[in-house]
Protein backbone atom coordinates (compact mmCIF):
# COMPACT_ATOMS: atom_id res chain seq x y z
CA UNK A 1 0.00 0.00 0.00
CA UNK A 2 3.36 2.28 0.37
CA UNK A 3 2.47 3.44 -2.83
CA UNK A 4 -0.20 4.95 -2.47
CA UNK A 5 1.04 7.95 0.16
CA UNK A 6 2.68 9.40 -2.62
CA UNK A 7 -0.50 10.36 -5.03
CA UNK A 8 -1.22 13.93 -5.54
CA UNK A 9 -3.45 14.12 -8.22
CA UNK A 10 -6.77 14.35 -7.53
CA UNK A 11 -8.32 11.96 -9.97
CA UNK A 12 -5.90 9.00 -9.03
CA UNK A 13 -6.24 9.87 -5.10
CA UNK A 14 -10.09 9.61 -5.58
CA UNK A 15 -9.03 6.53 -7.57
CA UNK A 16 -6.92 5.16 -4.76
CA UNK A 17 -9.83 5.82 -2.17
CA UNK A 18 -12.40 3.84 -3.99
CA UNK A 19 -9.66 1.40 -4.47
CA UNK A 20 -9.08 1.09 -0.32
CA UNK A 21 -13.32 1.48 0.08
CA UNK A 22 -13.54 -1.71 -1.70
CA UNK A 23 -11.08 -3.24 -0.17
CA UNK A 24 -12.53 -1.96 3.43
CA UNK A 25 -15.95 -3.11 1.96
CA UNK A 26 -15.21 -6.63 1.00
CA UNK A 27 -13.28 -7.36 4.25
CA UNK A 28 -15.80 -6.16 6.27
CA UNK A 29 -18.54 -7.45 4.19
CA UNK A 30 -17.07 -11.02 4.48
CA UNK A 31 -16.26 -11.03 8.45
CA UNK A 32 -20.36 -9.59 8.91
CA UNK A 33 -21.56 -12.26 6.80
CA UNK A 34 -19.62 -15.27 8.60
CA UNK A 35 -21.03 -13.71 12.21
CA UNK A 36 -24.65 -12.91 11.04
CA UNK A 37 -24.40 -9.25 11.64
CA UNK A 38 -24.47 -6.21 9.59
CA UNK A 39 -21.28 -5.28 7.76
CA UNK A 40 -22.07 -1.52 9.36
CA UNK A 41 -20.72 -1.56 12.99
CA UNK A 42 -22.53 1.07 14.19
CA UNK A 43 -25.91 -0.93 12.95
CA UNK A 44 -24.62 -3.79 15.45
CA UNK A 45 -23.67 -1.53 18.15
CA UNK A 46 -27.65 -0.13 17.45
CA UNK A 47 -28.78 -3.42 17.91
CA UNK A 48 -32.39 -2.36 15.35
CA UNK A 49 -33.70 -3.73 12.09
CA UNK A 50 -30.73 -3.33 10.89
CA UNK A 51 -28.22 -5.28 13.40
CA UNK A 52 -27.98 -8.39 10.63
CA UNK A 53 -28.36 -5.93 7.17
CA UNK A 54 -25.59 -6.23 4.82
CA UNK A 55 -25.49 -2.99 2.92
CA UNK A 56 -24.53 -2.64 -1.15
CA UNK A 57 -20.95 -0.99 -1.49
CA UNK A 58 -23.13 2.19 -2.89
CA UNK A 59 -25.06 2.25 0.05
CA UNK A 60 -21.63 2.55 2.22
CA UNK A 61 -19.36 5.32 2.42
CA UNK A 62 -15.79 5.20 4.30
CA UNK A 63 -15.18 6.52 7.79
CA UNK A 64 -12.12 8.51 8.06
CA UNK A 65 -11.47 9.00 4.04
CA UNK A 66 -11.44 12.65 4.63
CA UNK A 67 -7.91 11.95 7.33
CA UNK A 68 -6.66 9.89 4.07
CA UNK A 69 -7.14 12.79 1.88
CA UNK A 70 -5.54 15.32 4.18
CA UNK A 71 -2.43 12.83 4.06
CA UNK A 72 -3.26 10.86 7.09
CA UNK A 73 -1.63 7.38 7.37
CA UNK A 74 -2.89 5.43 4.12
CA UNK A 75 -3.75 2.16 6.34
CA UNK A 76 -6.61 0.26 6.28
CA UNK A 77 -6.77 0.06 9.64
CA UNK A 78 -7.28 4.00 9.57
CA UNK A 79 -10.27 3.62 8.22
CA UNK A 80 -13.94 1.54 8.08
CA UNK A 81 -17.23 1.55 5.83
CA UNK A 82 -20.19 2.80 7.52
CA UNK A 83 -23.67 3.02 5.98
CA UNK A 84 -24.64 6.35 4.57
CA UNK A 85 -26.84 7.57 7.70
CA UNK A 86 -24.46 6.51 10.52
CA UNK A 87 -21.18 7.70 8.13
CA UNK A 88 -23.56 10.97 8.32
CA UNK A 89 -24.62 10.70 11.59
CA UNK A 90 -21.14 10.72 12.94
CA UNK A 91 -20.20 14.11 10.81
CA UNK A 92 -22.19 16.34 12.11
CA UNK A 93 -20.90 15.57 15.88
ZN1 LIG B 1 -25.26 1.73 10.06
Redesign the pocket.
Known amino acids: MAELGRICNPTERSKASLQLETILYNRQTEEAKAQHK ?1 N ?5 L ?1 GKA ?1 KE ?1 I ?1 DFKDMEADNIRAWSKGGPTNLDNGQM ?2 K ?3 RLKGNK
Not at 40 to 44: A, E
Open positions: SCPDCVENKWLCRHN
